[in-house]
């Protein structure tokens, strides 16, 4: 009897447990009547609530099963979005909350097609074909959009769809009460009047770059809005204005961020900006300023912490005083402006002088000279400081020890020959330093105080001119020093693949790891060998002395009857084919060498130029005037340095004379010369004369701001030929004696 009950009362319990289980998946899971049968469509994936189907060219919206949330149909063929194709989300029409249609060539629009999807939150349309111009085809995305009043939509992507008008066509219907993400970038916006989003009332982002935008009317106010970009559009001459001109208040009380970079502002006129008191960070790079304006620009932006000022299109001629004076900011950015930071006309003595807050500092590619970096000694906070490619020759030692708390420090790309231990001292809390890309080469051993290898955690000095000789065991013996710490296995940056030897010729590219330079001890047999051979010879030394002096006075002659000899010896030899081994050729005057090889050859290697030189490029034993004909027709130019030094060094008319002879077959531009500095007319040879009547020097200014425009118009002038493809049927002649060497 007993157990019988406790049957009854078992069984009961179990279908009350199946009732209540059956009730819960109904209430989770609201998948009824055609729904249920409902599977992932064969050509998607659809893992969890998502269903991707992304890049399977699809032409319809497939059947979606129920319950999903994420639904991706980028790069599909959709061209017609009409409510049949909705209707096949309708298992899902409560649950959908993400929907992307980007790039689906959609031309388009049923008037009510998201009618249903009343959940939707996220919503991409970007890259359709809507073509803008046709009224009609505008008019169904509007209506499209207005469709959408029921669901809480957050975001909404109109990227690349053409659209040209105003907004105001496109948000007709659409009320936008939950939007706080828009974005209309890569349209061909002109006009944008910010009332046409006036009853956007929760927008926090609008991104509206590169469109057409150069009239902005501001004058409604986006109160919820934090970040606004307008980047990439051609607003011009002045910023928009965000501050009511009467009043001096702003509408945008919550802007944190404004992007107005690759604009073509000219005037920065800061009454435009400066009600913006909760900005955090203005981008102004890459427009036309050419001046500060004005004290304290941006001294009333009491929020402003990263202000932006990099790159203005070459056009940067001055910034003033008390131009930059802030007491929040923290991080500024002059790069590439190539001011000149010694001349007090283009950079004020005292504009880091009111910067409190400053930490973070980016001057690369301007032109500090060697004085120019006085004018930084006031940022006593700073903790980063980049001075990439300023034309640092050296490090004063008593610099860096105004900025104690300094942890990041690049000063790659610049022109730095030496430095001592002293330059880095009182650099206790240094963790990145980077002295690639620099002319040293000898670096002392340690480079730096024990306290700064101590905090450092990445040490960058590849790509600098090594010279391997015994000095250079000094340096080897510290790498494998600090090497053997075994929390300092990976300080070095690039190391070994990028440190090679530069001198001397004979180990050029050998890796610095490996290198062993030539015998560096002296043993005791050998001093007293040497004592014995310098007592010995003197006599010696004498007659050979005057030999070399006979040698060197007669160069010319020795040089040139060498030469005829061996040129009968190979008469005959006609390559009829060559290609070309290199973009230019340098042809210089050996008392220049020092110009060519840290300015010039420098510069054409950074942006990639293959440049022939002399000193590095040739090879031992090979005469040099197959060297120079050889190698002047493997150039595409030739680079022609022009200097008092160029006329007096006679191989360098040979050069010039080869490279004019090569010019009748490919051009006057094939010759690209440069001058160097003013030549009287009366020290001209006859071929240099010539020269100057047919093309025009691209002259070098000391002065480091004209350099901009020298360095600018020698890759034009390269660009323009390297890329032009002339034929080239090799030549037939390589008679060194063409050229007269007197
Ligand atoms: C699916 O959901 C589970 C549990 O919620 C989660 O751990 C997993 O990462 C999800 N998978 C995908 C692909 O989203
Ligand atoms: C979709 O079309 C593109 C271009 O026609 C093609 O490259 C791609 O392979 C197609 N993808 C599929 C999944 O068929
Ligand atoms: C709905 O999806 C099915 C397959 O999932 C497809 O065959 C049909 O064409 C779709 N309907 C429309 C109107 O695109
Ligand atoms: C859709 O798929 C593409 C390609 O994988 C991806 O880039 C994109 O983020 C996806 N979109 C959504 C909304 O998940
Ligand atoms: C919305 O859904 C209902 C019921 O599923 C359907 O009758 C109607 O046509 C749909 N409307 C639109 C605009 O998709
Ligand atoms: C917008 O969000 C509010 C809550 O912030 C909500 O009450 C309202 O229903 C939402 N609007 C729509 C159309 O969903
Ligand atoms: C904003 O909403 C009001 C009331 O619904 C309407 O009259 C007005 O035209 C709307 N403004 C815009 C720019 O759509
Ligand atoms: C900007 O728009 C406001 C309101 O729409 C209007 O009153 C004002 O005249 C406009 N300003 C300019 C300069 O067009
Ligand atoms: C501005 O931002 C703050 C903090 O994010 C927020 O509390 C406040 O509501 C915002 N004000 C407006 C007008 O949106
Ligand atoms: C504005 O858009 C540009 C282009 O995509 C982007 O690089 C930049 O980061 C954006 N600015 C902000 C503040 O998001
Ligand atoms: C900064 O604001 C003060 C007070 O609002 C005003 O007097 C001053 O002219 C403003 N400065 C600039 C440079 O606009
Ligand atoms: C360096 O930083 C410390 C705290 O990190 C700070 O107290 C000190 O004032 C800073 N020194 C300088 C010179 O800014």
Not at 345 to 372: C, H, M, W
Not at 406 to 415: E, F, G, Q
Not at 676 to 704: C, N, Y
Request: neutral net charge; charged residues 20%; proline residues 4%.
């Amino acid at each position: 009897m007993g157990l019988r009950t406790f049957h009854l009362k078992s069984f009961v319990i179990t279908v009350i447990l199946f009732l209540v289980k059956k009730l819960e998946t109904v209430q989770v899971s609201p998948c009824q009547g055609d729904c249920e049968r409902v599977m992932c469509p064969t050509s998607c994936d659809c893992t969890n609530r998502t269903v991707d189907c992304h890049g399977r060219n699809l032409t319809y919206i497939p059947r979606i099963p129920c319950g999903i949330s994420y639904l991706n149909l980028s790069n599909s063929n959709i061209i017609k979005l009409s409510i049949d194709e909705t209707n096949n989300l309708t298992c899902s029409f409560e649950t959908l909350t993400h929907l992307s249609l980007r790039d689906c060539k959609i031309t388009l629009f049923d008037d009510d097609v998201f009618r249903n999807l009343t959940q939707l939150e996220v919503l991409d349309l970007s890259f359709n074909n809507i073509v803008s111009h046709a009224e009609s085809y505008l008019h169904s995305l509007a209506r499209s959009l207005g469709s959408l009043n029921r669901a809480p939509l957050r975001t909404l992507k109109l990227d690349h769809l053409l659209i040209q008008d105003g907004v105001n066509g496109i948000f007709k219907y659409f009320e936008g009460r939950n939007l706080t993400h828009l974005s209309m970038r890569e349209n061909q916006i002109i006009q944008f009047e910010d009332k046409d989003l006036e009853n956007f009332t929760k927008l926090i982002h609008l991104d509206l770059h590169s469109n057409w935008i150069n009239k902005i009317n501001l004058s409604s106010g986006i109160q919820t809005l934090k970040l606004f970009n307008l980047s990439h559009n051609q607003i011009n001459i002045f910023p928009p204005n965000f501050c009511d001109t009467k009043t001096g208040k702003t509408r945008y009380k919550n802007l944190t961020n404004l992007d107005l970079s690759w604009n073509q502002i000219i005037l920065p006129y800061s009454p435009n900006w400066n009600c913006l008191i909760a900005l955090e960070t203005l981008n102004l790079s890459k427009n036309n300023m050419e001046d500060i304006t004005g004290n304290y620009s941006f001294a009333n932006l009491t929020s402003l912490k990263s202000l932006i000022l990099s790159e203005m299109h070459s056009t940067m001629r001055k910034i003033r005083s008390y131009a930059l004076q802030s007491d929040s900011l923290k991080y500024l950015d002059l790069s590439g402006n190539g001011l000149n930071f010694e001349d007090y006309k283009e950079v004020a003595d005292n504009i880091f002088d009111r910067l409190p807050q400053l930490t973070s500092l980016d001057v690369s590619y301007n032109d500090f000279a060697s004085v120019g970096v006085q004018k930084l000694t006031v940022l006593s906070n700073l903790e980063k400081l980049i001075m990439r490619g300023v034309y640092l020759r050296q490090l004063p030692n008593d610099f860096f020890g105004h900025f104690p708390n300094l942890t990041y420090l690049d000063l790659s790309r610049n022109k730095i020959e030496n430095f001592s231990v002293e330059a880095f001292q009182g650099l206790t809390k240094l963790e990145v330093l980077n002295i690639s890309d620099n002319l040293v080469s000898n670096f002392p051993a340690p480079p730096f105080p024990e306290d700064t290898l101590k905090s450092l955690k990445k040490f960058d000095f590849a790509y600098n001119y090594f010279q391997c000789d015994c000095d250079l065991l000094e340096l080897q013996d510290w790498i494998n020093r600090v090497l053997s710490d075994p929390s300092k296995t990976h300080v070095f940056s690039r190391f070994p693949d990028d440190y090679w030897c530069y001198t001397p010729h004979s180990l050029y590219r050998m890796p610095l790891k490996d290198v062993k330079p030539a015998d560096c001890s002296i043993n005791k047999n050998q001093l007293v060998l040497i004592v014995l051979c310098v007592v010995s010879s003197v006599s010696v030394c004498l007659v050979f002395t005057v030999f070399l002096v006979a040698s060197y006075i007669y160069r010319w002659e020795i040089k040139f009857l060498l030469h005829k000899m061996r040129q009968t010896r190979r008469d005959g030899y006609h390559p009829l084919t060559y290609t070309f081994e290199y973009n230019t050729y340098l042809a210089y005057a050996e008392k220049d060498s020092a110009w060519v090889i840290h300015d010039l050859l420098k510069e054409l290697e950074e942006f990639n130029y293959y440049a022939y030189i002399r000193d590095r490029n040739s090879v031992p034993g090979v005469a040099r005037c197959d060297e120079i004909v050889d190698n002047i027709y493997k150039s595409k130019t030739v680079i022609l340095v022009l200097s008092k030094n160029f006329m007096a060094c006679q191989w360098c008319t040979y050069q010039l004379n080869v490279a004019q002879a090569r010019a009748v077959k490919l051009g006057p531009h094939f010759l690209i010369p440069v001058l160097l500095e003013g030549i009287d007319s009366k020290d001209m040879k006859k071929s240099v004369q010539h020269l100057f009547r047919t093309s025009k020097p691209i002259e070098w200014a000391r002065q480091s701001t004209k350099n901009r425009l020298f360095w600018s118009e020698l890759k034009t002038a390269l660009d323009a030929e390297i890329n032009h493809d002339f034929e080239e049927t090799g030549y037939q002649s390589r008679d060194c004696g063409y050229a007269s060497l007197t």
